[in-house]
């Protein structure tokens, strides 16, 4: 996969990851109020996120982005396409965090979900997004509809409850 795709939207400007911001990602995904929303919500150590990584820049169907707030350049979020599938031209939508609990609240968890959707669709010729969230986080499930996606099932991972949705592009 080109782990080389950047683009705008109105307040965010989307890079690709690289070494540099594996330890703030890191942090950012071990903060109790962004774990607890993930399905493994184990603490991440440096290794893990390492290891994570290398296999990340092989894997040729999934995209990870940080964007950053173009006017301060401040790191805001992340999120990603995963199993990108280029025979039924869809993926899992994933990963989405806002770093700080200061920055929440003001629209960048919508503003990344509807941007990386609007991405997937307009450069990769994707026509389907799929996702699970975890059932009690309200707020991504709040974003996930309001961009659009609708509920179609649920399924029970780890004794949790996800609600899967779909968008079509």
């Not at 994570?52 to 995209?63: G, T, V």
């Not at 173009?70 to 869809?90: D, E, S, W």
Request: proline content about 1%.
């Amino acid at each position: 996969m080109d782990h080389s795709y950047t683009f705008e939207t109105d307040r965010l400007l989307y890079l690709p990851l690289s070494w540099k911001d594996l330890e703030l990602i890191r942090q950012w995904r071990n903060q109790d109020h962004i774990r607890v929303n993930f399905i493994d919500q184990n603490i991440i150590t440096t290794q893990q996120q390492n290891n994570w990584f290398r296999k990340y820049l092989k894997n040729d169907n999934d995209i990870m982005l940080l964007a950053f707030e173009k006017k301060q350049h401040i790191p805001v979020g992340t999120a990603g396409l995963y199993r990108i599938n280029r025979i039924y031209n869809n993926a899992e939508f994933g990963r989405l965090m806002i770093g700080s609990k200061q920055l929440s609240g003001n629209g960048y968890g919508t503003e990344i979900v509807k941007g990386l959707c609007n991405f997937a669709g307009e450069e990769l010729g994707l026509t389907n997004i799929y996702l699970q969230v975890l059932d009690g986080n309200e707020n991504a499930k709040h974003i996930y509809q309001k961009i659009g996606f609708k509920h179609n099932g649920v399924n029970v991972e780890n004794s949790l409850k996800l609600i899967q949705m779909e968008l079509i592009l």
